[in-house]
């Protein structure tokens, strides 16, 4: 039996009404004999009654600042700004080893309390392939705002709506809004998420992977008018698309959605761009004539929260059933020392996670 003792967190994100476990899975892991604390959270898409029914404690949001310290402090997205100095060990996406803006400053306050991130973006199996994930979803969001903003169809702001409604917007389409589509990574999560709503639309993309980038034809990637970016880099690839591809004046492309948004990162694929795009203002116009339309949202899934949590937690429960210092979760506190030395921070900062 473990004696772990899980603490939910509220979201700091207003927009993001995810959740890591949802109330079914919180009840799987109290019944094996975890101690989970579930903090109130106004955006949340379960409701906190849900957790309590479940046998979950309740905390107010926030207030994961003061848990114990034995505590695994349980999230999705950044945490605030305050405290300076980290000393629990955490378990969200970091976004911290790709030396993305801000990396070195969440490392560093790890450090200065004695904390560690475990971050999921690196919870894998033994092959490396992540356990836990919310890509299918990405892709899926991806593909249907693009579809939506070729069609001149997307409304902003956007709101967080469920797969029924959105497949619903996209079935409605008239025969002269026929385009070509290519989908990059589209053997991945994300990938065949997209390649699922592009079906929905009625849109039969062009899928390519590393097969078909390893030599990589930038006039037949240009010559579609969408385009849907859903690779996972993890080493430097030449760019997918540079400044002067978008003033080709051969392009067809109209529509690009980056739902791998590695903006800032040397891995970047789509160096175009040097800002994401968000629910108020989803798509930003990078050429005027023709028209070249960016979609770069980087939390997509947060617009399907019930199916992409429900998703996400039925993988993450069966590691937090078997958390521990080894498999995934030692190979997670692995990567967080060694993220942590690349940067010079001496091992010696940090306790035992
Ligand atoms: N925008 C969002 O809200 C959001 C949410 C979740 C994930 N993501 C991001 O989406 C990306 C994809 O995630 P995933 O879960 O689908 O990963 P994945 O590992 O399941 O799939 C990635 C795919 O990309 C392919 N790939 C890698 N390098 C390539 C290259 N140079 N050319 C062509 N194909 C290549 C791989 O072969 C694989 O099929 C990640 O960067 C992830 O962080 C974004």
């Not at 490396?128 to 409304?155: C, D, P, T």
Request: hydrophobic residues 40%; proline residues 7%; aromatic residues 6%.
């Amino acid at each position: 039996m473990t004696e772990l003792h899980l603490w939910l967190r509220h979201e700091d994100r207003r927009t993001e009404r995810r959740t890591p476990i949802v109330p079914s899975d919180a009840r799987r892991l109290v019944d094996s004999g975890v101690t989970l604390t579930v903090e109130e959270s106004p955006q949340r898409i379960f409701p906190i009654e849900e957790y309590e029914a479940a046998g979950c404690h309740v905390a107010t949001a926030g207030s994961w600042v003061s848990a114990p310290r034995d505590a695994v402090i349980l999230g999705l997205k950044e945490l605030p700004d305050q405290p300076g100095e980290l000393t629990h060990r955490h378990i969200f996406f970091g976004h911290a080893y790709k030396r993305q803006p801000g990396a070195e400053t969440l490392l560093r306050r790890f450090a200065a309390g004695g904390g560690a991130l475990l971050d999921l973006e690196y919870l894998v199996d033994d092959h490396g392939r992540r356990l836990a994930a919310f890509g299918f979803w990405a892709g899926y969001l991806g593909a249907a705002l693009a579809v939506l903003q070729q069609r001149g169809r997307l409304v902003a702001p956007l709101t967080p709506t469920s797969k029924e409604e959105l497949d619903e917007r996209l079935q409605r389409a008239d025969a002269d809004e026929e385009f070509t589509a290519l989908v990059i990574g589209a053997l991945g999560r994300s990938g065949r998420g997209a390649r699922l709503a592009f079906q929905v639309a009625g849109v039969e993309p062009t899928c390519w992977d590393l097969a078909e980038t390893r030599d990589l034809d930038r006039p037949a990637l240009l010559a579609h008018d969408v385009m849907v970016n859903a690779v996972l880099a993890t080493t430097p690839v030449p760019p997918f698309l540079r400044e002067p591809d978008l003033d080709d004046p051969a392009r067809r492309l109209r529509t690009l959605c980056d739902v791998t948004c590695d903006v800032g990162s040397p891995l970047n694929v789509l160096p175009v761009y040097d800002r994401t795009t968000d629910w108020t203002d989803p798509v930003r116009r990078l050429r005027k004539e023709p028209p070249l339309d960016l979609i770069a949202i980087d939390n997509l899934p947060s617009l399907l929260p019930r199916e992409s949590s429900t998703d996400f937690s039925a993988a993450l429960v069966l590691q937090l059933l078997e958390f521990g210092t080894g498999g995934p979760w030692g190979r997670c506190l692995d990567r967080f020392h060694q993220a942590c030395r690349e940067l010079g921070i001496a091992e010696g900062e940090f306790r035992d996670a």
